[in-house]
């Protein structure tokens, strides 16, 4: 896929709850609301569902990444998640990351006024612009249904200085680091997280890496 992790540093990972995982992968206009209780705890807040993904409001705003195949995909970065392990004084946040369909790109041709539905070359150059359309619309979502699942299980742990180059022209908020969560800490009260260990999580960075 075209966005590359490897260039947000990850430094560590935590493990969803399998049934918010499993929703942020198949987004459903049915799935029930209490799956989503436990991302406000990590500074994220589901707002609603559009062009086949999850939208969220963020503590910390968000970045597009608009793909040539017609996919948008957004990086959100929500609340503190301690300090970096690579002892820079420096704190992590968690940061999420989903995909969908960017229609402002692929927008759908419209027949135009006059234009009858027959055989004249006129309506086969619109028929052939309409299949077209169609062809990378089926292959944005498919590409969008990939990210989906590759991100589905995670939330990422990027230090400030990484956020501050992908974002330098909003400031982002000050903590000392004896309030911040520690790093072996397993976050907020959010149930089962993951209790990764760092040969593990740099495991697991590796193969996001890797996929791409």
Do not use: C
Request: glycine share 6%; aromatic share 8%; net charge negative.
């Amino acid at each position: 896929a075209a966005l590359s992790l490897s260039s947000f540093f990850i430094d560590d990972v935590r493990r969803r709850k399998k049934e918010l995982a499993s929703a942020l992968k198949n987004p459903n206009a049915e799935t029930d609301e209490a799956v989503f209780a436990e991302l406000p705890q990590f500074g994220f807040l589901k707002t609603g569902l559009g062009n086949g993904s999850w939208n969220f409001d963020t503590k910390n705003g968000q970045i597009a990444v608009a793909m040539a195949e017609g996919v948008l995909i957004t990086v959100s970065i929500g609340d503190f998640a301690g300090e970096n392990s690579r002892s820079t004084g420096k704190l992590n946040y968690y940061v999420m990351i989903n995909a969908a369909v960017d229609h402002e790109f692929l927008t759908e041709p419209k027949r135009p006024a006059g234009l009858a539905d027959d055989e004249s070359e006129e309506n086969r150059v619109f028929r052939r612009t309409v299949d077209d359309w169609s062809k990378a619309n089926k292959e944005a979502q498919r590409l969008a249904r990939e990210l989906n699942a590759l991100h589905g299980d995670w939330f990422y742990l990027i230090s400030e200085e990484v956020i501050a180059n992908l974002r330098p022209e909003i400031p982002l908020p000050q903590l000392t680091v004896s309030a911040a969560i520690k790093p072996n800490d397993k976050g907020p009260d959010s149930g089962e997280t993951n209790s990764t260990t760092d040969d593990q999580s740099e495991d697991k960075t590796a193969d996001v890496q890797d996929d791409k």
